[in-house]
């Protein structure tokens, strides 16, 4: 029997759906896929849509009760001495319709979705047009809001807390409840509720917050509160910060509306689903399920919000909730370069930065890093203005320590030797991968990234950027034949998850090896080591490489350069860098374009993204190599002294 090509493309399409299903039933759990198949039971049957009724519910009006208590305006503008005219300028931004999203430059606040608007069950991750949601959904989580109240605390200047409320009230006008993108995600609900929370605690006192528009928005925090619950299968199927962001949405709800009838519902679901999710999603080493530094610090950053809800309550976080949070925080000052408050861009990036109560660019973790330190009792950095975020808080500096240290724990690998570090990806995955990415090097000289992590860029877009700088191919490590380390299931999901497991490790010389290529028959093990003035990587590819083919990338800063040989001299701003890769042949891309040497470019080479929506150039290091060349290859960084 012949079939037509169309008939046999369809089976051989239903045919890996089916062979997709079994295997994400099988390594990603039956819970998992049992809570998303109710979910979207649920949102196909027309359920989420009666129980989230356009325009919402009605809401019976309550007291609002501020719980934060932020340091007097005295105190902030001592603490930030210059620097507030930053923020003021920024709100003076806000005031004159601009705003940055992901930390990027200023862009027109749009605060109508767009019209006419359908109920939110009718969207997905991207808009009607195809356009990708997350910058709508940005201004949805009102940064500009927040902004905005901590300028008129600073200032007492009442345009601020006037153009705040004008500003909330249209973006309410223009997405009305339940419809619309801004309500399409429980999450972007929360984060928005939590912050109208903060904002109306800096401007309760102002003459521009009446009593007319103090009814109003409790009656909005309610219809935010009672959006969340209906989804939860969702949150609870994705088992990550949509969890912990829609369980303090409610917790938060409960503790500022607590003559609400559901109030206690609220802080009750939402105690539970946060201590639940931080069980289930921060391994006892530290290490975040969503394998990302940015996403790392979300948790952080909500683990602190969630310390200000306790304390609320005249309560502490569970003694074991608090001990997962402690080896998170550890974890993540593992990743941060001090000199520079940057971070190993490691995994999946969207910009997120939901309590962004600092003058410090985006970039910089070391206000959320202060503020969890201070918030959940570990050893902080010493006193900064990324002690910002403490001061809005209520919460007392931690006290510091001269180097940090992760305790005790494999994860992550960090080396230092000199004036430079190095983190060296090796995780052992028990939750979704965000990026194919083992044995990854990132390294640190001096503040610089020397070598760097590609990042995200965007989720939502057409080929070939549709989340394309996940794969094996942008990172810093050893792709063979062609193929990525793991199975790529959709833009999110890698399966056929790549294992690696730690040799050895000290401060100054690490091994490891992974299981990317058991399919092939082949292990990629390296080895790094670091000296004062020179790191030394070792890759190697064990088992018959006969046949196979391995492409060597290393990402670098988009410097001065020159090729010698073997070796790739850059001109830094604070001397001359080296990369020599011993007997071979180099390549060099940039911006999707080939530099130097023969190796294939793509539109996806040669490109870093540092926040969301936003890349610039990068140098692409690439050494193709074939057969027994792949049994032993050595990479030198050399710095100056």
């Not at 959940?376 to 940090?404: D, F, I, T």
């Not at 989720?459 to 950027?465: E, F, L, Q, R, V």
Request: aromatic share 8%; glycine share 8%; hydrophobic share 40%.
């Amino acid at each position: 029997m012949r079939h037509s090509g169309r008939g046999y493309n369809s089976l051989l399409m239903a045919a890996r759906s089916l062979s997709i299903a079994v295997k994400a039933l099988r390594q990603l759990g039956p819970r998992a896929v049992a809570q998303y198949a109710l979910y979207t039971l649920q949102l196909r049957s027309g359920w989420l849509r009666a129980q989230t009724p356009p325009g919402g519910k009605p809401q019976p009006s309550s007291q609002i009760q501020p719980w934060l208590q932020s340091a007097p305006p005295a105190q902030l503008r001592k603490l930030l001495g210059r620097q507030q005219r930053a923020l003021l300028a920024e709100a003076d931004e806000v005031l004159a319709g601009k705003v940055r999203l992901f930390g990027g430059e200023p862009r027109a606040l749009k605060l109508a979705a767009g019209q006419p608007l359908q109920h939110w069950t009718a969207y997905t991750t991207a808009m009607p047009d195809g356009s990708d949601i997350k910058p709508v959904w940005e201004v949805g989580r009102m940064a500009w809001a927040t902004v905005l109240a901590r300028a008129y605390w600073l200032s007492g200047d009442e345009r601020y807390a006037e153009g705040l409320w004008q500003r909330v009230e249209r973006f309410m006008r223009t997405n009305p409840v339940n419809m619309g993108p801004q309500w399409s995600s429980a999450q972007e609900v929360a984060l928005r509720l939590m912050a109208l929370a903060f904002s109306y605690t800096l401007v309760a006192g102002a003459k521009a917050t009446t009593a007319a528009r103090r009814g109003a928005l409790s009656q909005t925090l309610a219809a935010h509160a009672e959006r969340i619950p209906p989804s939860l299968s969702y949150a609870q199927a994705q088992n990550n910060n949509h969890l912990l962001s829609e369980a303090l949405g409610l917790w938060t709800a409960g503790v500022l509306l607590p003559e609400h009838p559901q109030a206690a519902d609220w802080q009750q679901l939402g105690r539970r689903h946060f201590t639940e999710g931080v069980a289930c999603q921060i391994a006892p080493d530290g290490a975040y399920s969503q394998h990302s530094a940015n996403y790392q610090r979300l948790m952080l950053q909500l683990a602190t919000w969630a310390h200000t809800l306790a304390a609320a309550e005249q309560h502490a976080l569970p003694a074991a909730t608090l001990e997962r949070l402690q080896a998170a925080c550890s974890w993540l000052f593992s990743l941060l370069d001090t000199e520079s408050g940057q971070a190993a861009n490691l995994g999946p990036n969207d910009g997120a930065n939901v309590l962004p109560f600092s003058v410090l660019p985006f970039s910089d973790y070391r206000p959320a890093l202060q503020a969890a330190a201070a918030a959940l009792g570990v050893p902080g950095l010493p006193a900064g203005p990324w002690n910002e975020l403490c001061a809005w808080l209520g919460l007392r500096p931690p006290r510091s320590v001269r180097a940090r240290r992760t305790a005790q724990a494999q994860q992550p690998i960090r080396l230092e030797s000199g004036q430079a570090w190095g983190y060296l990806r090796s995780a052992h995955f028990t939750g979704r991968p965000g990026h194919a990415d083992q044995l990854h090097l990132d390294l640190w000289w001096r503040g610089f990234n020397i070598a760097q992590d590609a990042g995200t860029y965007l989720y939502n877009a057409s080929a070939p950027w549709n989340n394309a700088l996940a794969g094996t191919a942008v990172h810093n490590t050893l792709m063979l034949d062609g193929a990525d380390q793991m199975t790529r299931a959709g833009r999110f999901l890698w399966l056929d998850f790549a294992q690696a497991t730690v040799l050895q490790h000290s401060s100054r010389a690490a091994s490891g090896e992974h299981n990317g290529y058991r399919k092939l028959g082949l292990t990629h093990r390296r080895s790094v080591q670091a000296g004062p003035g020179e790191w030394l990587v070792r890759d190697e590819v064990l088992g018959e490489t006969r046949g196979h083919h391995g492409r060597l990338h290393w990402l670098l800063p988009d410097w001065p350069w020159r090729i010698a040989g073997d070796t790739l001299h850059l001109r830094s701003p604070k001397g001359r860098v080296s990369i020599q890769v011993t007997g071979h042949t180099l390549s060099l891309l940039r911006a999707s374009k080939r530099l130097h040497g023969r190796a294939a470019t793509s539109p996806t080479a040669g490109w870093v993204s540092t926040s969301y929506a936003s890349k610039q150039a990068a140098l692409a290091l690439v050494v193709e190599l074939e057969g027994d060349a792949l049994q032993h290859i050595v990479t030198r960084f050399v710095f100056p002294k």
